[in-house]
């Protein structure tokens, strides 16, 4: 649930979440009773419950930021095969733009290690923050200004395909270097847009979902993990330990390798997430992606399609991106995407939380294993 003007301001951010849920229920013929699992992140799986009338016996309330809903995967699905539930409903409403019933950010306060060791030092959220790992990654590896610059791009390619994107004009490297300046290196279009949006997916078994009216989409494999909620004490600045956990088992768990992969989703807050996640997942070497990007591999047409919705740098993203990503997935993988990839089996959704504070992967297939 996005909109191209990216608002919604008629719904708060509660609503939002009910808006999502109620379509997707609708969408699998389900109503409230059949729902016995409730997970979210944004609004607590309590009052979402209550709002849409579930008394659930499987809740899910982890919350560690864009990739939550990865995770709430893994534990539905983790929930499912043990018998707490049958059915799960995974929400997320975010009224990022309109500010509706938004609650502020879980930080913890002045008693934050983020607050007791970094925020005093002036950095102002994420564009600021991650420029401490750009910078060392761009110096470590001799990558130029103009192939981050790619990366915006080549999403916005996608983004031209799809309807309910945001910004669709094309863009050249050019323009994006030209474009304002936020924080050294990222100038506006490698930033991440502010948008309202919703979303929501649904979880049962195999066996159940081929009853339902809409085409069912398989979980292979997933994965998680987290780091630090200090950017600054990452482990090595330019490689995240949280997703090389993740994404690696989730191959492992799938029984795939990374030519078995067709289609491709990095959570892309910012321009230079994309090339971690290639490189952390496995696709490319250390230092590898941006010239695996810049020669054309992940566009349209290209032999490992990324980011096809336009990502949070086109699409949408109203502050925590997962879901959408994830969603895309489900599109691919039922064959309705806009920018659909032709033949497509297996798409890999890998999203981050915070400032490589955490990680969560799924990996999908339309063909049941």
């Known amino acids: 649930m996005v909109s191209p003007e990216g608002v919604f301001p008629q719904y708060s951010q509660l609503g939002l979440h009910a808006e999502a849920a109620i379509r997707a229920m609708k969408d699998a013929g389900l109503k409230p009773s059949d729902i016995d699992g409730v997970a979210c992140a944004g ?46 409903l995974v929400t997320h409403g975010e009224s990022g733009k309109s500010g509706i019933g938004r609650g502020g950010w879980p ?22 923050s991650f420029t401490i790992p750009v910078m060392r990654y761009l110096k470590q590896y001799n990558v130029t200004e103009e192939q981050l610059a790619m990366v915006a791009v080549v999403q916005r390619e996608y983004a031209a395909m799809n309807p309910n994107a945001m910004m669709k004009d094309p863009i050249t490297v050019e323009d994006v270097l030209n474009s304002r300046m936020i924080a050294y290196p990222f100038r506006l279009f ?64 799938a029984g795939i ?81 806009p920018a659909q990839v032709a033949g497509a089996k297996i798409s890999m959704c890998h999203g981050v939380g915070g400032m490589f504070a955490a990680s969560g992967t799924v990996i999908m297939s339309n063909e049941r294993p």
């Open 257 to 337: 390798t990374h030519n078995d992969v067709d289609h491709l989703m990095i959570y892309d807050a910012f321009a230079h997430l994309p090339l971690y996640g290639l490189e952390d997942l496995g696709f490319v070497g250390p230092g590898e992606a941006p010239a695996f990007i810049w020669e054309g591999n992940t566009r349209p047409g290209g032999k490992l399609p990324l980011n096809t919705n336009g990502g949070g740098l086109s699409y949408t993203h109203s502050g925590m991106y997962g879901m959408y990503a994830l969603q895309e997935s489900v599109r691919q993988m039922r064959g309705t995407a």
């Open 107 to 128: 930080m913890g306060g002045g008693a934050s290690l983020q607050a007791q060791f970094e925020q005093w030092t002036g950095p102002m959220g994420a564009p600021t």
């Open 43 to 88: 609004a607590s799986p309590t009052e979402t419950a209550f709002y849409l009338g579930i008394t659930p016996t499987y809740v899910d309330g982890t919350s560690v930021g864009g990739c939550s809903f990865m995770i709430h995967v893994r534990h539905a699905v983790a929930a499912i095969e043990a018998g707490l539930a049958t059915t799960v």
């Open 190 to 253: 490698m930033c991440c847009l502010v948008t309202d949006g919703a979303g929501a997916l649904i979880l049962t078994s195999a066996d159940r979902a081929k009853d339902f009216p809409t085409k069912p989409v398989y979980i292979l494999g997933t994965g998680e993990s987290v780091e630090t909620p200090m950017v600054s004490q990452m482990k090595d600045m330019t490689s995240s330990r949280a997703f090389k956990v993740a994404g690696p088992n989730a191959l492992r768990e």
